[in-house]
């Protein structure tokens, strides 16, 4: 089915330890985004890619870098990952960037739990 | 800057009760205005939108009201099922931004 695919589902840290969160499209969607998910605060958005090729800081950028690989994939990483940084991780995409239309497509989501 | 409030959950209900949840924005100009739904364990689907003042959207039962004189856009629906319990969020975009969402509703409707 087409959407956007995230991987992996589930995953435990610790303290200090580095790792990519990966998110791919088969849209053919020009912009893509990475939000968090925290309880009270719905979601908050960490980085976006307007297009391949390039990237922007969103509300909460600090503790993370993204790469748009090419069109179809966007991934998230965590260089040294915090307890802080436990959430859960959704990828989007929409055709165009501030699409009146709303149109965002989100993924499943990662669990990610920092220890 | 563009921000979003809903209603505090979590909210319970009876099945076949009528629902409204409240959400109220702050922008400048004439934002886009959207409700997502997020079944449990799952990414959050759109679930109804309004793109210009007094427009109505409405989904699955689901209705909301753009309304520019009170800066609001509440979610309701007549008679909730089970089914409809779930995560709901309020959310508005404006030009060339970003989409940003209010903290989410968490409904629950029992049988």
């Known amino acids: 089915n087409a959407g956007v695919t995230q991987t992996p589902k589930f995953q435990v840290l610790k303290t200090g330890q580095s790792m990519t969160l990966q998110c791919a499209q088969d849209?053919?969607?020009?912009?893509m985004y990475w939000y968090r998910q925290d309880p009270g605060m719905g979601l908050r958005l960490i980085y976006y890619?307007?297009?391949?090729?390039?990237?922007d800081k969103g509300e909460v950028p600090n503790g993370y870098n993204v790469s748009r690989l090419n069109k179809r994939e966007f991934s998230l990483r965590l260089e040294s990952a915090a307890p802080s940084q436990t959430s859960v991780y959704f990828c989007?995409?929409?055709?165009?960037?501030?699409?009146?239309?709303?149109?965002?497509?989100f993924g499943s989501g990662t669990r990610l739990t920092v220890v | 800057g563009n921000s979003v409030t809903q209603m505090e959950g979590p909210v319970t209900l009876s099945e076949e009760a009528f629902l409204t949840i409240n959400c109220t924005y702050t922008?400048?100009?004439?934002?886009?205005l959207f409700w997502y739904v997020q079944y449990p364990g799952e990414g959050l689907q759109l679930l109804l939108k309004?793109?210009?003042?007094?427009d109505k959207g409405s989904n699955k039962g689901f209705e909301a009201t753009y309304r520019k004189e009170t800066t609001s856009f509440h979610l309701e629906k007549g008679s909730v099922q089970v089914s409809d319990s779930a995560v709901y969020f309020c959310?508005?975009?404006?030009?060339?931004?970003?989409?940003?969402f209010g903290q989410g509703t968490r409904l629950t409707i029992n049988p």
């Open positions: 989007a995409s929409v055709q165009g960037q501030g699409s009146k239309g709303g149109g965002y497509t």
């Open positions: 849209m053919n969607h020009n912009s």
């Open positions: 890619s307007a297009s391949e090729g390039t990237t």
């Open positions: 922008a400048t100009g004439y934002p886009s």
């Open positions: 309004a793109t210009k003042a007094d």
């Open positions: 959310a508005l975009i404006q030009g060339a931004q970003k989409l940003v």
